[in-house]
């Protein structure tokens, strides 16, 4: 539950503006996230995810399904297509109301959102005063369906993947045989032309969403908004985000979706300031009712026992994968210093961390690293594992903690002698001494147990 500080409104931003650069280098080096198309000088807004950043990516995705379906018995997944029916948009409103006001430099072609600078002043990039005035620009991306341009049908990327719930709303409901309240998970792509896309991976024009659509009585609305809320706010802590840098924040009146009988945003304190991390709303029938009118199909719900029938409200939670990424990245990485010497980690929670365990010889002779080998396939049945023989053993550690592996394993020669290795924990930089046989059994109680430690520790 969040409390009344973490309901604040303020936009302070984290005082260490260094941070995104220093986490943009360590992703590049490390293998989570590359410019996309780098040998070609690479595309704006473009990233592609190395095999740290992949598993790190699938990991949170696979929590966040297992958190919105396996826990639950009415709430069901959908993979709907990226390409849909261009009179989707036209009933979901966006292409009417999906725009950002535009504005650009006449003199050295910068181009902004009208909403984020000062249109009589200097431009942000040049300094002149040659800002144009704001023209509508819609956010969608066009494409042609046929093998020739221009002569086929003009569709969208989708820009979001809730409308894929709301027109398969009555299959869904009607195979699944589920009765109202019940929801629909996705998690797929989006795309959206961005005015300006910035801050690493945090606003790009091709991303990954998790959402949830929750099909409720509207009498019940207001209830199932505030539960998701709440649940969403209490997830983030589960995978050891600091709860300090977490908060919700209300929409304005005049900052609602034009759908939206209520929305609360949960926003983390990134390094340029606090910003939405997740959205949870009350659209309302406005979607169902929508697709009615322009589809002309019934989408509405009969309640087979009162027989009352009625369009159901949906109580939306909305966040996007790709952003979960950055956060978990930014809240995990610090520095300090160990034995004298300052070293990087990234203090995510197992769950999470791309890899769970590495598993050293401590020199690569005398059958140590063909033991350690043994012990390294071992564990590989219950976590993801990464075998290391190279340079000191100091040194693999550090490059470990580095990419966030919450526990090494080093095998010795009293391991030849008595079958025990070397458990070492990450977040502590402790050591215990563990028999092999307990191994995977003393790896799991230390993920269940596992808790983040509070700054300066």
């Known amino acids: 539950m969040p409390t009344e500080a973490q309901r604040v409104t303020d936009n302070r931003g984290a005082a260490d503006r260094g941070l995104m650069e220093r986490l943009v280098s360590l992703c590049k080096r490390r293998g989570f996230i590359f410019p996309s198309s780098e040998v070609y000088g690479g595309l704006a807004s473009a990233w592609d995810y190395g095999p740290l950043g992949v598993a790190l990516k699938n990991r949170l995705r696979d929590l966040w399904w297992r958190e919105m379906t396996q826990l639950h018995d ?59 005035d704001p023209r509508q620009f819609n956010m ?34 009607q195979s699944s045989r589920l009765k109202v309240p019940f929801g629909i998970a996705q998690v797929g792509k989006a795309f959206r032309n961005e ?9 790009t024009c091709e991303f990954e969403q998790m959402e949830l659509q929750y099909f409720v ?3 019940d609305a207001d209830r199932w908004f505030e539960h998701w809320r709440e649940r969403r706010f209490d997830y983030y802590q589960q995978l050891g985000i600091r709860a300090a840098k977490l908060r ?9 979706a034009h759908y939206a009988r209520a929305a609360e945003d949960i926003e983390y304190e990134f390094p340029f300031g606090w910003q939405e991390l997740e959205g949870i709303h009350n659209r309302g029938d406005y979607d169902l ?8 199909k019934d989408l509405s719900y009969l309640n087979e026992e009162t027989k009352e029938r009625y369009v159901p409200y949906v109580v939306e939670t909305a966040v996007g994968l790709t952003r979960t990424v950055l956060v978990a990245l930014l809240d995990g990485y610090a520095e300090d210093e160990v034995e004298g010497e300052s070293r990087t980690v990234l203090r995510l929670h197992p769950r999470v961390a791309p890899i769970t365990v590495g598993v050293f010889p401590l020199v690569k002779k005398d059958g140590l690293a063909e033991l350690a080998r043994d ?12 075998y290391d023989q190279g340079g000191a053993i100091g040194r693999r550690y550090r490059r470990q903690d580095e990419i966030g592996t919450p526990f090494c394993v080093t095998v010795d020669y009293e391991s030849k002698d008595d079958d025990t290795v070397t458990i070492r924990y990450r977040d502590s930089t402790e050591q215990e001494r563990v028999p ?16 983040r430690p509070e700054e300066g520790d």
């Open 74 to 132: 009415n709430i069901v997944g959908l993979d709907a297509s990226i390409l849909m029916h261009p009179q989707v948009w036209q009933a979901s409103g966006h292409v009417d109301h999906f725009t950002d006001p535009l504005v650009d430099c006449r003199n050295c072609k910068s181009r902004f959102r009208a909403d984020q600078v000062d249109i009589a002043g200097p431009c942000p990039t040049c300094g002149k005063t040659e800002l144009t």
């Open 217 to 219: 009585h509207p009498d």
């Open 375 to 386: 012990i390294e396939e071992e564990l590989r049945e219950s976590f993801a594992t990464f």
């Open 140 to 173: 969608m991306f066009r494409t042609h369906l046929g093998p020739v341009e221009g002569g086929g049908t003009e569709i969208y990327l989708r820009p979001e993947t809730a409308q894929g719930a709301y027109v398969n709303f009555k299959s869904v409901q």
């Open 289 to 296: 009712t929508q697709h009615m009118t322009v589809s002309g």
């Open 248 to 256: 919700l924040r209300p929409h304005a009146d005049d900052e609602r």
């Open 195 to 203: 005015i300006t896309t910035k801050s690493f991976i945090f606003r």
């Open 436 to 451: 092999r046989s307990e191994l995977v059994a003393k790896v799991r109680a230390a993920m269940v147990e596992y808790a």
